[in-house]
């Protein structure tokens, strides 16, 4: 098993950046596929991006490409989510997830029912 730790939340004005963290302990995480998921108030949990255990294939939702950028630091079992040019819209609880390590395709890696471990999320909030 892993467990999730996420961290880097906070407030932002709209076009900053801000820097998300997932710490992963238990089995590392460089066995895992890793996603980013969030959740707005009212609406349903929501992927941002996704990143293969291998690292080889990396997807992002329509909605934050060429904002957002996944990384991934197995020597320190840390998974990055860093945001740039903040919208109103983004606003939510961010969550990171573990998913098996067959995790690959772009399908599934947007899935957030092929997720199996997910850390306790962080609050991001944007002001205009």
């Known amino acids: 098993q892993v467990q999730l730790v996420d961290s880097g939340g906070g407030l932002v004005q709209a076009g900053g950046s801000l820097r998300l963290s997932c710490a992963a302990s238990?089995?590392?995480?460089?066995?895992?596929?890793m996603g980013w998921f969030r959740q707005a108030p009212g609406k349903e949990r929501e992927v941002v991006g996704a990143?293969?255990?291998?690292?080889?294939?990396?997807v992002y939702a329509d909605s934050v490409k060429g904002r957002f950028t996944i990384s991934r630091d197995d020597a320190r079992n840390t998974v990055y989510l860093q945001m740039n040019s903040r919208q109103p819209e983004d606003p939510a609880v961010y969550y990171c997830?573990?998913?098996?390590?067959?995790?690959?395709?772009?399908?599934?890696?947007?899935?957030?029912?092929?997720?199996?471990?997910w850390g306790q999320g962080t609050q991001v909030t944007v002001s205009s």
């Open positions: 997830a573990a998913g098996r390590q067959g995790l690959y395709t772009s399908t599934a890696l947007r899935s957030s029912g092929e997720y199996d471990y």
């Open positions: 238990g089995r590392t995480s460089s066995t895992y596929a």
């Open positions: 990143v293969s255990w291998s690292g080889g294939r990396l």
